[in-house]
């Protein structure tokens, strides 16, 4: 669990906007939705030949449970993708296989999953001299103290931030001096994009879980003292392997463990190895049960919002599974179109209108975005259903 800074211990009061992307924002740059992701998923299962036959198992164990609990029967091909990941997140939650659950950051299919998905996206995500203008564009109009909120895996936007060369940190606070009881003193001196990655990240790696893993892998596969090896942190130089934040940290504090990799392309081509996966939440309907690392992300997100003078949400349509993050976000709109100033100039601006950008194809899929955001003041909101393009980027930008 992450230690959240102490009220009053250098804090100060700043003026900044909101984004809240979803997987809607990559899309046009190329990369996939969730939905897109099984067909791929499964075909690279199958040929992973250390992963293979446990992930065989757990996916006849999932359509025969869907078979005998619901009567209904389906095929490997139309497998909903995060009702299955749901189920294995259970019972890695409830250690249904007692001893031989695999790790607390799921059992053996799971893992495999965590890496798929990272090699697929790793192949897709431009590099810093190919991302889209429009991308580019974002990025460069993002300004210090702006915070951005994604559920997005992929680098599309910390590679947009770097071809502009945008300062920007992947966490909320610098921290000048821990305490013992986990409170810090922040440092708000520096000016920078807080980018904020919910879900995770491919190129995020937790060291504490390979610590763990190494020594339950030394008592049940080899002999003691023999050290097990890992793809990332036995290549720390090669891979440009940095922490995410190398300032102080509580032990407790997940980011203190955390690093980040940097020839994500290179790691990405190998195949999947039992004690590496990145640290990302899968797409699963239970994925809340493993968001407790990236709980302090939301941080004080529930309180009033004056100083936030900006805000869109872009490609985010608030799907059921996700109730937690419908919570968060209904927390954020509302401070935002509810607060005290809507009206009123603070520092030389006055709130724009909540820009909120989807791509919905018809009256149909219109009227049920608007109804899953029927918490949102549309009087003091301009929805844009085509998708995020120039025309969005300008309403978020410039006035709408």
């Known amino acids: 669990m992450m230690s959240a800074p102490t009220v009053g211990k250098g804090m100060d009061s700043k003026k900044y906007r909101i984004f809240i992307l979803g997987a809607g924002f990559s899309r046009a740059a190329g990369l996939p939705l969730a939905s897109d992701l099984w067909p791929e998923i499964l075909k690279r299962a199958k040929s992973q030949e250390l992963f293979r036959d446990a992930f065989q198992n757990d996916l006849e164990n999932y359509l025969d449970f869907r078979w005998r609990s619901d009567g209904v029967r389906l095929t490997e091909e139309n497998v909903d993708f995060e009702d299955f990941m749901a ?97 810090a003193w922040v440092d708000s001196s520096h000016k920078e994009v807080i980018l904020l990655k919910l879900h995770g990240s491919i190129d995020w790696f937790d060291r504490s879980k390979f610590a763990l893993m190494e020594d339950k892998l030394r008592k049940q596969r080899a002999s003691a003292g023999s050290g097990m090896p890992h793809r990332v942190f036995d290549n720390m130089e090669m ?71 900006g805000m869109a949400v872009i490609g985010y349509s608030l799907p059921q599974q996700d109730e937690y993050a419908r919570r968060a976000i209904y927390a954020i709109v509302r401070n935002y179109q509810v607060s005290l100033g809507w009206d009123e100039k603070k520092w030389g601006d006055r709130k724009s209108k909540l820009v909120i950008v989807n791509h919905c194809t018809d009256k149909k899929q219109l009227r049920d975005f608007k109804n899953r955001y029927r918490f949102a003041n549309w009087r003091r909101a301009k929805l844009l259903t085509q998708g995020f393009d120039r025309e969005a980027l300008d309403a978020i930008f410039r006035g709408n």
């Open 87 to 183: 189920v294995l997140d259970v019972e890695c939650y409830l250690d249904l296989r007692g001893s031989d659950t695999w790790s607390d950051e799921g059992n053996e299919s799971t893992i495999l999953v965590k890496w798929l998905i990272g090699q697929i996206l790793a192949e897709r995500t431009p590099s810093v001299g190919k991302i889209p203008p429009l991308y580019r564009d974002f990025a460069a109009q993002l300004q210090p103290d702006d915070y951005v909120f994604t559920f997005n895996y992929d680098l599309l936007l910390e590679r947009a931030l770097q071809a502009v060369q945008k300062p920007y940190r992947l966490f909320p606070f610098h921290n000048k001096i821990v305490d013992e009881d986990g409170g």
């Open 239 to 309: 891979l440009r392997v940095t922490k995410i934040d190398p300032g102080p940290r509580h032990p407790s504090d997940i980011m203190a463990q955390m690093y980040r990799v940097g020839e994500i392309e290179e790691l990405y081509q190998k195949g999947a190895t039992w004690t590496c996966a990145p640290c990302l939440l899968v797409p699963s309907t239970m994925k809340i049960l493993n968001a407790q690392g990236l709980r302090s992300f939301f941080y004080s997100l529930n309180k009033i919002g004056i100083l936030n003078y």
